[in-house]
């Protein structure tokens, strides 16, 4: 099983214009945000964008500086859905655009399905793949484990024209969560997980990836149905490699097609370099 390099390119309303010395510039809509990344080991190519930057993440100051007229938020298109691009003080701004590729796959996943499938989304934060699943026709429960969030993806669906989309939306810890739908008997024909290193729950409580993912994969793995579709894991933060992640999958799910590589983003331009921007490790059955 080889390693895949998946790439996003440039949209109408995202680009990575470029990356060096640890951040990079991207322009989201209108607005041009620089930010760090400390994958960006390389100088930059074209230093004179950077000082056309409407927002910079201070890391000092863990808070962004902005342009007197810039507004705090706004709208663009990205992969078919619309997202409320927001900068926080964690340094995101609520597009992961890297995810692309992962969303195209679903969507096609469910739509050769032929059937009415369920999808589960873990820590599914502003709910990208949560609106390309829905949008290809599945009935997707979101969870998360913040309120703001969750918020933020409503919003998100909403934006998209999917506040009426068969969407659950739903505050709770992943772990806990998953243990009781195990309990009513509900199962889903997908299952979607993007964890963090550490983590908290509504109620307090701990994720620590070390300790808890290999019970999560277990408990997922119930809570599959008889006829599956998919399982998708995401990394980014965690330290570890996507080898690390397809051994894991192979270890639960023997008799689907397994995948795993790379998540990237291709500056503009010519001789376009492509940024790291996390792993994926994937198992189908259709």
Known sequence: MNPQILVTEPEADYALVDS????????????LLARPDPQALW??????????????????????????????QWPISFADVKFLIRPSSFKHTGLFPEQRA????????????????????LFGYTGGATLAAAAAGAEVTHLDGSRAALNW????AALS????????????????????EIRRGRRY?????????????????????????LHLLEECRQALSARPIFFLVNGYAAGYSAIAYANA?????????????????????????????GIFARVSWV
């Open 189 to 213: 024909d997908g299952i979607i997980l993007d964890p963090p290193a550490f983590g908290r729950g509504p109620k307090g409580e701990v994720w620590k990836i070390e300790d808890d993912f």
């Open 102 to 121: 992962n969303w195209q796959w679903l969507s096609k996943k469910i739509s050769r399905s032929g059937q009415k499938v369920s999808i589960l989304n």
């Open 249 to 277: 999958l192979a270890g639960f799910f023997e008799d689907g097609a397994l995948e795993m590589g790379e998540l990237t983003i291709a500056e503009s331009g010519v001789n376009a370099r492509l940024l790291p921007a």
């Open 43 to 72: 100088p930059k190519r074209v230093p004179g964008e950077w000082t056309k930057a409407d927002g910079i993440f201070d890391v000092r100051e863990r808070r962004w500086k902005f342009r007197a007229q810039v507004l705090r």
């Open 161 to 180: 024209g999917m506040g009426d989309a068969s969407i659950r939306w739903i505050l709770d810890d992943a772990r806990a969560f998953v243990k009781r």
């Open 153 to 156: 993806a409503r919003e998100n």
């Open 20 to 31: 060096g010395a640890g951040e990079k510039l991207e322009r989201l809509g209108d607005m």
